[in-house]
């Protein structure tokens, strides 16, 4: 566990205060606005009740982007804020942003806490798992995903978890790779076979 103050960069607004992003781990004053490795300023925030609108947006492009990696399993959708909304009011998960100048969320990374199971074979660990990682086609190659990667790291920390856990399409080679320079490395595969 972090020891003093919390230094997390994450915003959240409950009531009339504002909260550290990791949900009670230190009270933080704005956003962060830091240069990526590319040197563009990237403000880095969780999402809140505002963000819905804009979070549709991103899913809807997030979900026909999955649909054509794999159109078998996959399809487009049109997110109605219920999912966003949820993850919201979620004590053990956020919606990390990635905003543009008018403060609208342009990429997002979905991170929740999660632990493995109660069984004698595993040794227990309380991790992070990130479900979603998105940036708009518009804002890609400007370092935004791996802003949004570094703030669920940062979030993950936070909360002294031990890890953090993903997966990726296998046909999402671009990720994949992004990912392994990133020092990720695969734990384990799905493996589907069609009947």
């Known amino acids: ?22 949900h009670g781990c230190g009270p933080v004053k704005k956003p962060a606005s830091r240069p990526n490795r590319k040197g563009i300023l990237m403000t880095i925030r969780v999402a809140t009740q505002k963000d819905v609108p804009a979070l549709c947006r991103l899913y809807n492009e997030f979900f026909a982007y999955n649909a054509n990696q794999q159109p078998p399993y996959y399809k487009t959708a049109a997110e109605t804020g219920s ?3 949820s993850v919201i009011e979620n004590p053990k998960e956020d919606l990390l942003c990635v905003v543009n100048s008018d403060d609208t969320p342009v990429g997002l990374a979905h991170v929740m806490e999660q632990q493995t199971p109660p069984y004698d074979c595993f040794i227990p660990h309380k ?13 890609r190659g400007r370092g935004a995903g791996a802003a ?9 920390a936070a909360r002294g978890l031990d890890y953090l856990e993903l997966n ?8 994949f790779r992004f990912y392994q320079r990133e020092g990720f490395q695969t734990a384990s595969q799905t493996m589907r076979l069609t009947l």
Do not use: C, I
């Open 83 to 85: 999912y966003p909304q």
């Open 168 to 175: 990726v399409l296998a046909e999402n080679t671009a990720a």
């Open 1 to 22: 566990m972090q020891k003093g103050p919390a230094k997390t960069v994450f915003t959240r607004l409950t009531g009339n205060r504002v909260t550290g992003g990791a």
């Open 148 to 156: 949004l990667l570094g703030a669920a790291k940062q979030w993950a």
């Open 127 to 139: 991790y992070a798992f990130m479900m979603d990682l998105f940036v708009t086609a518009a804002f």
